[in-house]
């Protein structure tokens, strides 16, 4: 039984981001995320000009004259969700926590691709798998997935992304498109990260809550860790102690970005306190120009 809350929260986003991915996103999504490889379609005489690797020697034998195979582009895409479950998902400050927000993004990508036909997975992780969903087509599995990402109730709160993108690389066999969708707040998964990209399609979804970038002054104020579950005290009115935090998340951004960078991997970075939208929107039209340059 699906709580009446979740119930709620979930026709609201399935209502936005149906309509969103179909009016706003739909032809940037076919024009820019291609499927991969050929497909055989039928076999024909051969003209001048043709590659004599096409030939099909079976048919060529039966009707004593040459004939070709004719392959076309294979449109059909596997979508991987691939989200972080660990307990700094649970956090956010403004309109709502980071798995609202990562469930708001998977559903925009998700009916994206189910509108042009494609299959969409996911896997949830923290420091292990918590959960993998087999790609599938149509609404009613995509609904579940966004359902999964919103009610989940993970066994751990720690953080390893290593072991997403390691899952990914098993479960998907084929070349898929794959939104990480996380706050990134972990290492040493650069490798495994670099394994991924040589395979799929990796796009880093980042999401950010002002309280990642600065402290507000609110005099003495007690943080837990909720993923740890450790608790520190500090004062948030003296200055010296909000620059070194706000130096301190800048710095780990920085190095983030950096990685992405270093693996060309296409970042979209997602706020809680702003669109969920925009963000896709201008990371696909990005794409889109770089793809009409080539």
Not at 83 to 110: C, I, M, N, Y
């Amino acid at each position: 039984m699906i709580p009446k809350e979740l119930l709620k929260q979930l026709r609201k986003i399935e209502f936005v981001t149906a309509k969103l991915a179909n009016e706003e996103l739909s032809g940037s999504y076919t024009s820019v995320f291609k499927g991969q490889g050929l497909a055989f379609r039928d076999v024909r005489q051969y003209q001048r000009g043709d590659d004599v690797r096409k030939i099909d020697w079976n048919v060529t034998a039966r009707m004593n004259e040459p004939f070709v195979k004719v392959f076309v582009e294979e449109r059909e895409l596997t979508v991987m969700l691939v989200v972080d479950a660990s307990g700094s998902s649970l956090f956010g400050t403004v309109r709502a926590p980071k798995s609202q927000v990562a469930g708001e993004v998977a559903a925009l990508a998700a009916f994206s691709a189910i509108h042009n036909n494609d299959r969409v997975g996911l896997v949830l992780a923290s420091d292990h798998l918590e959960k993998l969903v087999p790609p599938k087509k149509g609404e009613k599995h995509v609904l579940r997935v966004v359902r999964e990402i919103l009610a989940f109730q993970p066994q751990s709160h720690g953080t390893n992304l290593a072991i997403a993108f390691e899952t990914l690389v098993k479960v998907a066999r084929r070349r898929s498109l794959a939104f990480v969708i996380s706050d990134f707040f972990d290492d040493g998964f650069e490798r495994a990260m670099a394994l991924a990209s040589a395979k799929h399609d990796i796009i880093p979804v980042m999401l950010v809550d002002p309280r990642d970038e600065s402290l507000p002054d609110v005099g003495l104020a007690t943080f837990e860790d909720l993923e740890s579950g450790e608790s520190i005290t500090v004062d948030t009115s003296d200055a010296r102690v909000r620059e070194h935090y706000a130096q301190s998340m800048k710095a780990v951004r920085d190095e983030r970005i950096r990685v992405f960078r270093k693996h060309k991997l296409d970042l979209c970075v997602v706020r809680t306190d702003g669109s969920f939208v925009a963000p896709l929107r201008d990371l696909f039209a990005h794409r889109a120009k770089r793809v009409r340059s080539r």
